[in-house]
T-cell receptor
Framework: DTAVSQTPKYLVTQMGNDKSIKCEQN?????MYWYKQDSKKFLKIMFS???????INETVPNRFSPKSPDKAHLNLHINSLELGDSAVYFC????????????FGAGTRLSVL | AQSVTQLGSHVSVSEGALVLLRCNYS??????LFWYVQYPNQGLQLLLK??????LVKGINGFEAEFKKSETSFHLTKPSAHMSDAAEYFC???????????????FGQGTELSVKP
């Protein structure tokens, strides 16, 4: 069973569209994250949620809105997509007491045309 | 603020040779240090971690890393490279406060390891 699963794996869309990426973890963790990996493979945290509460918001444009319906899910909705949003987005999860050991999903490759 | 620098965006070794991937960090508090591996088109997988205690840590697939506070380094090594080790390797830093405050990891820019037959 996949521990952290993201859907879709690939997403190709036009500028200006709105899209969502879903993430689910079955590890029983209480903290979930979204990271963005750019074309140079640089990884940067975007958001962190603990028990459905937003903990970290790293100066991400308002067009990005995470939603956590429960602690096993953290979805990412992006409005008015721009060319610069093209990247690989990774979801991750951890248990707060577990010293920051994060488990990553396989990533969603977003291409904005 | 914490930061991580990985020396060398690309390292190439022959199969059977020593693997050495360099990582230097900056942190004003005792760091937590991690190495992650990313195989093509896959997510990141934890190789090993240092939090406290023994400074030489062993991870999966024969990798190990040594925390050297005086050198602010956490270099990753493997005595003998296999073809299957070819991947992107990321060093990351955090600390106790970050772990309690939401779990922010600061990543280095990654090192691509190629293994020649």
């Amino acid at each position: 069973d996949t521990a952290v699963s993201q859907t879709p794996k690939y997403l190709v869309t036009q500028m200006g569209n709105d899209k969502s990426i879903k993430c689910e973890q079955n590890l029983g963790h209480d903290t979930m994250y979204w990271y963005k990996q750019d074309s140079k493979k640089f990884l940067k945290i975007m958001f962190s949620y603990n028990n459905k509460e937003l903990i970290i918001n790293e100066t991400v444009p308002n067009r990005f809105s995470p939603k956590s319906p429960d602690k096993a899910h953290l979805n990412l909705h992006i409005n008015s997509l721009e060319l610069g949003d093209s990247a690989v987005y990774f979801c991750a999860s951890s248990q707060r007491e577990a010293l920051n050991i994060q488990y990553f999903g396989a990533g969603t490759r977003l291409s904005v045309l | 603020a914490q930061s991580v620098t990985q020396l060398g965006s690309h390292v190439s070794v022959s199969e059977g040779a020593l693997v050495l991937l360099r990582c230097n960090y900056s942190s004003s508090v005792p760091p937590y240090l991690f190495w992650y591996v990313q195989y093509p088109n896959q997510g990141l997988q934890l190789l090993l971690k240092y939090t406290t205690g023994a400074t030489l840590v062993k991870g999966i697939n024969g990798f190990e890393a040594e925390f050297k506070k005086s050198e602010t380094s956490f270099h990753l090594t493997k005595p003998s490279a296999h073809m299957s080790d070819a991947a992107e390797y990321f060093c990351a830093v955090s600390d106790l406060r970050q772990a309690a405050a939401g779990g922010k990891l600061i990543f280095g820019q990654g090192t691509e390891l190629s293994v020649k037959p």
